[in-house]
T-cell receptor, first 112, second 114 residues
Framework: GDSVTQMEGPVTLSEEAFLTINCTYT??????LFWYVQYPGEGLQLLLK?????DKGSNKGFEATYRKETTSFHLEKGSVQVSDSAVYFC???????????FGKGTTLSVSS | EPEVTQTPSHQVTQMGQEVILRCVPI?????FYWYRQILGQKVEFLVS????????KSEIFDDQFSVERPDGSNFTLKIRSTKLEDSAMYFC????????????FGNGTRLTVT
């Protein structure tokens, strides 16, 4: 079945460091891909998305490119801030289009 | 911006007891969902609900679970006889446009079964 695999956390960085959180997926066809973020004490929020191969989703300085050759959707940011500390979830929409399938989440901790 | 609200934020219950988790979806949304996350595990889909009936459910959503929209604003998840392994964070979500994300998620209810 469809699945999403994320790199294990936690990821600990200093402010202004470069961030990469790896995400790979297994799915039938070419599902839409998403990154969600959960800030402390809050719900899941959509960060960015890509709906087809080679699409690049971007928001708040974060980017991710849909790579069908490597079935990947890695999240990147050139310069992280303390306020980026959160849990990041990679997800895809299932083939039926009825449910999101999430990875386990990666905790990012940024210190000043 | 409209929000999905969930209550309570934390629920502690004894094994075998019934619990009801409550959600108020965004008012003009028509599709409602429950997801859960066991500590350290993936966020898992439980059930989707549209037009007053379940549209899809996962293997996790067995006979112990039920959902209801008792009035025009609330959407509830009931667990009839809780087990220790039901301890998790439960997220409610709603969507305006049916099966297409983005879904709007609530802050979650942490359920602890002792």
């Amino acid at each position: 079945g469809d699945s999403v695999t994320q790199m294990e956390g936690p990821v600990t960085l200093s402010e202004e460091a470069f961030l990469t959180i790896n995400c790979t997926y297994t799915a039938t066809g070419y599902p839409s891909l998403f990154w969600y973020v959960q800030y402390p004490g809050e719900g899941l929020q959509l960060l960015l998305k890509a709906t087809k191969a080679d699409d690049k989703g971007s928001n708040k300085g974060f980017e991710a490119t849909y790579r069908k050759e490597t079935t990947s959707f890695h999240l990147e940011k050139g310069s992280v801030q303390v306020s980026d500390s959160a849990v990041y979830f990679c997800a895809l929409i299932n083939q039926a289009g009825t449910a999101l399938i999430f990875g386990k989440g990666t905790t990012l901790s940024v210190s000043s | 911006e409209p929000e999905v609200t969930q209550t309570p934020s934390h629920q502690v219950t004894q094994m075998g007891q019934e619990v009801i988790l409550r959600c108020v979806p965004i008012s003009n949304h028509l599709y409602f969902y429950w997801y859960r996350q066991i500590l350290g595990q993936k966020v898992e889909f439980l059930v989707s609900f549209y037009n007053n009936e379940i549209s899809e459910k996962s293997e996790i959503f067995d006979d112990q679970f039920s959902v209801e929209r008792p009035d025009g604003s609330n959407f509830t998840l009931k667990i009839r006889s809780t087990k220790l392994e039901d301890s998790a964070m439960y997220f409610c979500a709603s969507s305006e446009s049916g099966t297409r994300p983005p879904l709007h998620f609530g802050n979650g209810t942490r359920l602890t079964v002792t």
